[in-house]
């Protein structure tokens, strides 16, 4: 099944940022990205927002702490996206913003580490440190043991997902994880036609849709380095045991070059026996989580997965 493109979402395309890797560098696209966040009006009811700190690899990291009550809520830690280059807590703020207000959970959003300055495993091992760290001081958050998720978009719904990983072969029990369009593997760097051939959204959605696989290979090969793609560290899908992690909600969406691996990495999460909810985003293109007030379509489809995502924090590790 699929449906034509949303006539809301084709009207912004050509305003979206990142879309040329050939001039692109580091900085100018996190000066686009929180341009584009400061040009959009603010929420009418927003959560309660403070300003922290938690622990990362190498030292204390910024995070920010929303919630919509004092009373004890299930926590969820957020790593926001932007190819693990651009973006940071204030390009991702309304998304963490609507997190907390739709479920009602304490959201401490992660300000990790980005190449080219710090390159894999940089983010990864902040993200999953500063999980650690959420869950020891998880009182000092007003949270619930029980009930901590991990979530994030794109390059973040990656570093959940190996978060994830991580977490399971820690001993740490997750109640969900909520993965928006996420990068799921990284071999051949989105340049190896014969890697790309297994996922054919890749060459599909190459271009004309936002996010292009040509960008994808300026933001992995920020990110690897020197590092191989097979880690599963940053290619959750070729991890060697999905089972065991914790519950997912897995959201793709259908004109988006990362849409097939992404939709793999559902299928194998549910074929390794983790309890996982879809969301295929027919219509929609990547990034539509932060196009809510442009697309009623976005918007609906965004809400579903939060919603699922909420009943899943509810149930409980």
Request: hydrophobic letters at 40%; a negative charge; one cysteine or more.
């Amino acid at each position: 099944m699929t449906t034509p493109l949303d006539p809301a979402i084709a009207e912004i395309i050509p305003l979206l940022p990142l879309r040329d890797p050939n001039n692109m560098t580091p900085r100018s696209a996190r000066d686009s990205l929180v341009a584009m966040a400061r040009a959009r009006p603010p929420l009418q009811t927003a959560a309660q927002a403070r300003a922290t700190s938690v622990k990362g690899a190498a030292g204390p990291i910024p995070a920010r702490v929303y919630r919509v009550s004092e009373e004890r809520s299930a926590t969820i830690v957020f790593y926001h996206g932007g190819g693990w280059v651009a973006g940071d807590l204030e390009t991702h703020e309304r998304q963490a913003q609507l997190l907390a207000m739709e479920t009602g959970a304490v959201v401490v959003s992660i300000d990790y580490r980005r190449p080219p300055e710090a390159p894999f495993p940089a983010a990864f091992e902040d993200c999953f440190a500063a999980l650690r760290d959420v869950v020891a001081r998880i009182d000092e958050f007003g949270g619930d043991r029980a009930r901590i998720g991990v979530g994030g978009d794109s390059a973040g719904g990656n570093l959940s997902a190996v978060c994830a990983l991580a977490a399971r072969d820690a001993g740490i029990d997750l109640a969900g994880q909520l993965l928006c369009y996420p990068v799921t593997d990284v071999l051949g760097r989105y340049a190896d036609p014969q890697e790309n051939a297994c996922y054919p959204s890749r060459r599909e959605n190459a271009e004309g849709y936002f996010l292009s696989t040509a960008v994808m290979v300026w933001f992995a090969d920020h990110y690897l380095g020197e590092a191989r793609g097979d880690d599963w560290r940053v290619s959750p899908l070729r991890a060697p045991s999905l089972a065991g992690v914790a519950p997912a909600v897995v959201c793709t969406a259908w004109f988006d070059p990362l849409r097939d691996e992404g939709e793999a990495y559902g299928d194998a999460l549910a074929a390794a026996g983790v309890e996982t909810k879809r969301h295929h985003g027919y219509g929609l293109i990547h990034g539509y989580f932060g196009m809510g007030e442009a697309s009623q379509a976005a918007r609906i489809e965004a809400q579903r997965a939060r919603a699922d995502f909420k009943a899943m924090l509810d149930k409980g590790a």
